[in-house]
């Protein structure tokens, strides 16, 4: 169910929305669930332990029902203030960029979304991750930028394009 009207603010009006295309998200899941159901099929032929194939098979069952039940609360927006995302199995929950933080926007097309006609939005808004590596010599912090993504959508290119016109139009106005 799509909750982003009731987080609007005043004046702000939604210029596109959508969801992620069903066959491209699913077929992530599956291509991840069956990676999982092969490792663990391999324990069970050396091991010659069920419980190894059993577990392969819920954690792979799992993968598919979670994934599904995500995609059902996925929904994106994008305004003439800022990118909303929302998702969230248990309760909703809303990711706010405004236009203002945004500092690169790219198009992302993998695999599959080659072979499904989608495509991802990548917008980078500033937000950096870090993790430390441990290394024969002691340890180190690397970080890395985190991207804020709409994934699988149709027609990436013209939802690119609005995204770029809706940007453009509010630094004008700043600026005015």
Do not use: C
């Not at 804020?148 to 005015?176: A, G, M």
């Amino acid at each position: 169910m799509n909750e982003i009207p009731n987080v609007l603010e005043p004046n702000e009006k939604i210029i596109w929305d959508g969801k992620p295309k069903y066959s491209a998200f699913m077929a992530s899941a599956l291509i991840g669930g069956l990676i999982i159901l092969v490792f663990f099929s391999i324990f069970f032929y050396f091991n010659k332990n069920f419980l190894f194939l059993l577990l392969g098979m819920i954690l792979f069952f799992l993968s598919v029902v979670l994934t599904h039940l995500t995609y059902k609360v996925t929904h994106y927006a994008i305004t003439n203030k800022r990118v909303i995302f929302q998702s969230g199995i248990i309760g909703r929950d809303f990711t706010f960029v405004d236009y203002d933080k945004v500092q690169n926007a790219t198009v992302d097309r993998g695999l599959i979304d080659v072979l499904f006609k989608t495509g991802s939005i990548k917008i980078f808004s500033g937000k950096i991750g870090s993790k430390v590596i441990r290394t024969g010599k002691g340890s180190r912090v690397v970080t890395t930028p985190l991207y804020d993504t709409i994934k699988y959508i149709p027609n990436v290119y013209e939802v690119f394009r609005i995204l770029q016109d809706s940007l453009s139009k509010r630094k004008e106005s700043l600026y005015k």
